[in-house]
């Protein structure tokens, strides 16, 4: 069956370190992938978007790699801050623009 | 997003009766999408329009209907609401001339409860 995964419900950081969040499929051939950030009683807002034919993607403090190979990507934050506290989601596109989301990893940032 | 507009922002209501959410739109944007979100079962995609004619089952469609009154508006229908219909639902929007992979736009949901 068709699954996504992002490796933990919470996770919590300290500010100034660098939050690593993972996404990983099974049974899907992405031709893309999008992060998007939710905050409480809010949609999710668009981040960063890869294509399969890139390994990484930068934006600011963000950053995503891409391997088609171990069906997974990565989402960095460095240098995080309280303000960057939120549900991050990941979203496989694999064509006619139709995403399927990922549960999605909680990330809490300490002072 | 304040250019996706989603009415009302919370109903409660009862099983058995007919609901019906609004979605409106500014961004021109001829894409629109309706997802549920359920804790740990993420956002599913219920239904979707390429355009004011062209109306598309997701995933999740058994027991919704849709309606696209006009490019920058579309409906989501419970026809006879049942409790586990009760989710939190987002209406999207997407900018289809520029291609596919691009992002999607979300209005801030309603949270629907059926008791």
């Known amino acids: 069956s068709q699954k996504i995964e992002q490796n933990s419900e919470a996770l919590n950081i300290q500010e100034g370190k660098t939050a690593t969040l993972t996404c990983n499929y099974t049974?899907?051939?992405?031709?893309?992938l999008q992060w998007y950030r939710q905050d409480p009683g809010r949609g999710p807002v668009f981040l960063l978007l890869?294509?399969?034919?890139?390994k990484e993607k930068r934006k600011e403090r963000l950053k995503v790699t891409f391997d088609t190979t171990l069906k997974q990507s990565l989402f960095h934050i460095t240098a995080s801050q309280p303000a960057d506290s939120a549900t991050y989601l990941c979203?496989?596109?694999?064509?006619?623009?139709?995403?399927?989301f990922g549960t999605g990893t909680r990330l809490t940032v300490i002072p | 997003d304040a250019d996706v507009t989603q009415t009302p922002r919370n109903r409660i209501t009862k099983t058995g009766k007919r609901i019906m959410l609004e979605c409106s739109q500014t961004?021109?944007?001829?894409?629109m999408y309706w997802y549920r979100q359920d804790p740990g079962l993420g956002l599913r995609l219920i239904y979707y329009?390429?355009?004011?004619?062209?109306?598309n089952k997701g995933e999740i469609s058994d027991g919704y209907s849709v309606s696209r009154q006009a490019q920058a508006k579309f409906s989501l229908s419970l026809e006879s609401a049942i409790p586990n219909q009760t989710a939190l639902y987002f209406c999207?929007?997407?900018?289809?001339?520029?291609?596919?992979?691009?992002?999607?736009?979300f209005g801030d949901g309603t949270r629907l409860s059926i008791l």
């Open positions: 999207a929007t997407s900018d289809a001339p520029r291609g596919d992979n691009q992002p999607q736009h």
């Open positions: 049974n899907y051939s992405p031709a893309y």
């Open positions: 890869i294509r399969e034919n890139e």
């Open positions: 979203a496989l596109g694999t064509g006619a623009n139709n995403l399927f």
């Open positions: 961004k021109g944007h001829d894409r």
């Open positions: 329009s390429f355009d004011v004619k062209d109306i």
